[in-house]
């Protein structure tokens, strides 16, 4: 990250529902709402997950997200934080990125990733040991199909005719981003000449600077510049002087946490429809996960962003404010107030100068 660039903000939404009974509409249209505050304040990119079969996350395509809210904005970037890539047919997601780049006129960071969730896999008949091999033969087609007007491929998982893409997207070159914590996936980011976002999950310093040392190692290793990776991190955040709403909005990180642990290692439970949150081995406790996130008032959130910017190094800060159960006009108080009060100290603490 070099010294003289803002480090910008933006926002997450993983779209889960704590309680199952809430109506996937005003999930769906708190976000847009969000995103549509977002684009008002000034928030460089809105990001959207995908799972799918549970209550963890309502979202099964962020790519029609994109579409949705790029009709309600007109300057903030619209993200895919992931596309599930070996979820899908390669050249129908490939037309659907170029639509939804165009939709949102030129809009779209196009976030991929590789997949964690067992119980999703199974269900679409595909086996996650291939997933790694799946998702780097896409970062190859996905080259392939907008450089040329005619492509053919020939890999183990996907295999293609020549073949022409009629939708072509805005922007040429379109940002893509791969997501993950691993050396494997940082190193397709950086073959490719992809940036990277990552989650922070519920961690705090060291986590960060671990993973930094990950990833930089990782595209060294590929003999690429670490600031090519771009680095987006995504972060739990609320903006509270109350010390009781901060550890409830802890008890939040930590309830979905435990769902993307359970999820990740096939061990989720149900109670009914609803993921339930059960303790995963190791955890910290509440009020760790509250000193390790940027939970707090206007002050301590800016220190703290400010020590996580010097060790994680991101190009971007990206914030889930609304997770588990967290009120909706909480999410977008914290919102208001990152941009209004959070992010202008950080600046002048930091002395960063506009890019």
Known sequence: MPEDVIVEFGIFNLMGARDP?????????????????????GYSTAWFAEHHFSNYCMCASPLMMVA?????????????????VPLYNPMRLIAEIASADAMSGGRLMLGIGAGYQPYEFERFGVDIKDKIEMTDEFLEILDLAFEQDFFSYDGRHYKMPKTH?????????LPI????????MF?????????????????????????YADFAAAFAAENVPVEKAHMTLNRFALITDSRDEGLRFAENARYQTRLASSLRNRQEVMDGIALVDVPAKGEESIETIHDNLPIG??????EKLMAEIKVAKP??????????????????RSMELMMGEVKPRIEKALGLGQA
């Open 177 to 184: 981003y791969v997501a993950g914590h691993t050396a494997e």
């Open 297 to 302: 008032d206007v002050e301590t959130v800016a």
């Open 68 to 84: 949705h809210c790029a009709a309600s904005t007109r300057n903030i970037r619209l993200g895919t934080a992931v596309v599930v």
């Open 21 to 41: 009974r809430t109506p996937a509409a005003q999930v769906f249209a708190e976000v847009a709402e969000q995103v549509a505050l977002g684009d008002k304040l």
């Open 165 to 173: 893409i009629a939708a072509r997207p805005v922007q040429r070159p």
């Open 187 to 211: 190193s397709a980011a950086a073959r490719h000449g992809h940036r990277v976002i990552t989650s922070g999950r519920s961690g705090g310093l060291k986590m960060l600077a671990e993973q």
């Open 315 to 332: 190009a971007q800060l990206s914030f889930a404010f609304k997770v588990g159960d967290t009120p909706h006009k909480s999410a977008m």
